[in-house]
């Protein structure tokens, strides 16, 4: 699913703990679900809300431990049996407890096996109850009906908890103390078998894969980024055995190798288990390796489709050309048929033959029965009674082409001219460390940068690309070697903090909008038509930009927000880092295109592996939509200098394939740790 604007990305995670939640009607209670829900910042205080103040304590190895959902709900279950409960009402308790000393093991038994009955069709009464309150009309009232037989059949188990009826040696009892034993035996054994699971190894193997060391294993969650922490939930989820998982945008706090590992995960998953595995992500390749069927959520409706999201965008331009080809055809043999039965009209009232006003009532008549779809979704002959039910406007479905998957077009300005050629910044044999303690981050880094390069950096977390970045933009100095750059040089950088810079400044001051922020930005430089007509074309038109307030922004909006703030002084060097986290893959796409077409030059660091293979790479059929967009970018691509380089020990080191050499050195990676 994908969901940019603030009312789709809401009700999209409402969905989804609705789900999770199951208070959507027909989700049985007996289904295990886990969720994995995204936070709206990643600072450590937000993603801290998902845990209690106990977890917080924990490290994330003792986190997963101790957040085994089968183990737990199995000794729940024990618990139940032998009163150790909570949960159960304190009036059962303490008759169950009087009446359990004064009776033999096998009325213990019963009661216990009786017990455990009347929790489970507790549960079962929740559900009836959640279907009456939410459904209505004639389901409404079977549901009302149902849940009052239920609670008769709950009131009647209740009471037959502490009543030694019928006798003990009668056959109903016997049955149930069989039943109550091998429940038990069951239970027991099951427990058991979880507590042999290493489940420890396990969690271990799955936290060094999404890139805890040691150290940060063991440091209690309260200690850890906003990052980290959404990284052992996430670890948490994956090891969890249960029906349903739900992992809503699980590439966000990951890095290349990361992703590389969770998508392999999932995919192994398909075979070694039977659980049903839901992902929400804007992560286009990511999306295109794990999924085999697709749910797109649109003006309010699901569609479904059976393959990847390539593949869907593959079949939507199939049909829009089939179906463009139909109405054309139909279009021209109905006007023909239309002149026809004018003419026959005409020649018919002038000449009084009955015949051929018979004969143009018939062609109306055909022309009516006949407009519309040939043949119904599956590809069959269309047939009236069985593929339009009910009452409608015409016999067939009219031929509708569906509309084109593409985002409006992001419009960055060009750069400004320079007054004599040179490079834009050069990096000469730069090392660079925090500390003189400590060893260097980077050493002897080189890097020329010219107009209209495309220089992407990529590397595992913590590898030192924010470091060089900061190198880049000014912020640091480096410790040794130097850094040039072209006296008239305009630099724009994204931070990928600036979302939640944005988030933070809105919530300090409610009347901010984006058309003050764009005016604190340019200064004087644009009036405001100018700056309407920029957030209009990052697509922050009017009523959005000039008075809704920053606080009220999506993630999507804000980051469009902070590029317009960015290109608003016509930069020579956009550097841009990690600017895809909020946006759907759509205005990856417009944004991908934008940045191709613009005439500057673009440092890029980013996990997004789409992006870095269409803009750095250069690959122009992916973000080509036909053959004639495919052979301008083409021209476009051949004028640009491609570079990706990897950061790796404190080295640049430049990838003579881009992202294909990067990703196979990974795999390799992934294949030694045999996970």
């Known amino acids: 699913m994908a969901a940019e604007n603030p009312l789709k990305a809401n009700k999209v995670q409402a969905l989804l703990r609705a789900i999770g939640d199951k208070i959507i009607p027909g989700i049985p209670h007996s289904i295990n679900i886990a969720l994995l829900q995204q936070t709206a910042s990643s600072d450590a205080q937000t993603v801290a809300r998902n845990f209690d103040s106990e977890a917080l304590k924990e490290s994330a190895l003792e986190f997963i431990i101790s957040n085994d959902t089968v183990k737990n709900r199995i000794q729940e279950e024990l618990d139940r049996i032998f009163h150790r409960s ?28 009786r017990r455990l009955q009347y929790t489970h069709m507790q549960r079962e009464l929740a ?28 009131a009647e188990a209740k009471r037959r908890i502490d009543i030694q009826d019928p006798p003990l040696a009668s056959e109903t009892c016997q049955n149930e103390v069989l039943q109550a034993s091998e429940l038990m035996t069951d239970l027991q054994a099951q427990l058991d078998e979880r507590r042999m699971w290493d489940l420890e190894r396990q969690a271990r193997n799955v936290l060094v894969c999404l890139g805890f060391s040691e150290k940060t294993m063991s440091t209690p969650l309260g200690e850890l980024s906003g990052g980290w922490q959404m990284r052992a939930m996430l670890a948490n989820v994956l090891l969890q055995d249960v029906d349903i998982m739900i992992l809503d945008e699980p590439t966000n706090f990951l890095d290349i190798l990361g992703i590389i590992w969770l998508q392999e995960y999932l995919v192994r998953l398909r075979a070694e288990s039977p659980k049903t595995v839901v ?106 009674s069985r593929d339009l039910v009910g009452w409608h406007d015409a016999k067939r479905s009219a031929i509708e082409i569906p509309p084109e998957e593409r985002s409006n077009k992001l419009m960055i300005p060009l ?44 590397g595992l977390n913590g590898s030192g690309k924010s470091t060089l970045i900061k190198l880049v933009i000014g912020s640091l100095s480096p410790t040794k070697g130097s850094i040039n750059l072209h006296s008239h040089l305009k630099l724009g950088y994204y931070s990928q903090l600036a979302v939640e810079e944005l988030r933070a400044a809105g919530k300090s001051d ?42 009220k922004l999506s993630g999507g909006q804000l980051v469009r927000l902070a590029l317009a703030r960015i290109v608003c002084r016509h930069p ?18 417009a944004l991908g295109k934008a940045l191709r077409a613009f005439n500057g030059a673009l440092l890029l660091a980013s996990h997004d592996r789409f992006l870095i293979k269409s803009i750095v790479d250069g690959d122009t059929e992916l973000l080509a939509w036909d053959d004639d967009e495919l052979e301008s970018d083409e021209e476009e691509v051949a004028e640009l200098q491609h570079s990706l380089l990897l950061l790796k020990k404190g080295k640049l080191t430049h990838l003579d394939r881009g992202m294909r050499d990067y990703e196979e050195s990974l795999e390799k990676s992934l294949a030694k740790l045999s996970l």
């Not at 304190?90 to 019963?110: F, K, M, N, P, Y």
């Not at 559900?127 to 059949?153: D, H, I, M, V």
């Not at 020579?572 to 796409?589: A, G, N, P, Q, S």
């Open 279 to 384: 992902v929400v992500s804007h992560d286009r390749d990511f999306i295109d390796h794990v999924c085999q069927e697709i749910i797109l959520m649109k003006e309010k409706i699901l569609i479904y489709f059976d393959g990847n999201l390539t593949a869907y965008e593959e079949d939507l331009k199939l049909r829009r050309i089939n179906l463009t080809k139909q109405k054309e055809a139909q279009d021209k043999q109905i006007m023909h048929m239309e002149k026809t039965i004018a003419s026959n009209i005409k020649a018919g009232k002038k000449s009084g033959d009955e015949n051929k006003l018979r004969q143009a009532a018939s062609r109306k008549k055909r022309i009516e029965d006949r407009s519309g779809m040939q043949k119904n979704e599956k590809g069959v002959k269309f047939k009236l």
């Open 86 to 113: 909570p949960r159960l009402t304190s009036e059962v308790l303490s008759c169950s407890v009087a009446s359990d000393e004064q009776c033999g093991e096998e009325w213990v038994r019963i009661r216990s096996y």
């Open 415 to 458: 750069a400004a001219e320079l007054r004599f050629p040179g490079p834009l910044i050069s990096l000469e044999d730069v090392t660079f460390s925090y500390s003189p303690k400590q060893g260097p981050i980077l050493r002897d880094i080189n890097l020329t940068i010219h107009m209209g390069s495309r220089v992407g950096v990529v």
């Open 127 to 154: 559900e009836l109850e959640k279907n009456a309150a939410l459904r209505s009309g004639a389901r409404g009232s079977q549901a009302r009906k149902e849940l009052l037989a239920f609670e008769k059949q709950v």
């Open 510 to 551: 409610q009347s901010l909008t984006a058309l003050h922020m764009l005016r604190a930005s340019a200064g004087d430089e644009m009036d405001e038509g100018e700056m309407r007509a920029l957030l209009g074309s990052f697509h922050l038109p009017g009523h959005t930009a000039s008075s809704t307030p920053v606080s």
């Open 572 to 589: 020579h060097l956009l550097v841009l880092d990690e600017i895809t986290t909020h946006l759907d893959f759509y205005t990856v796409i």
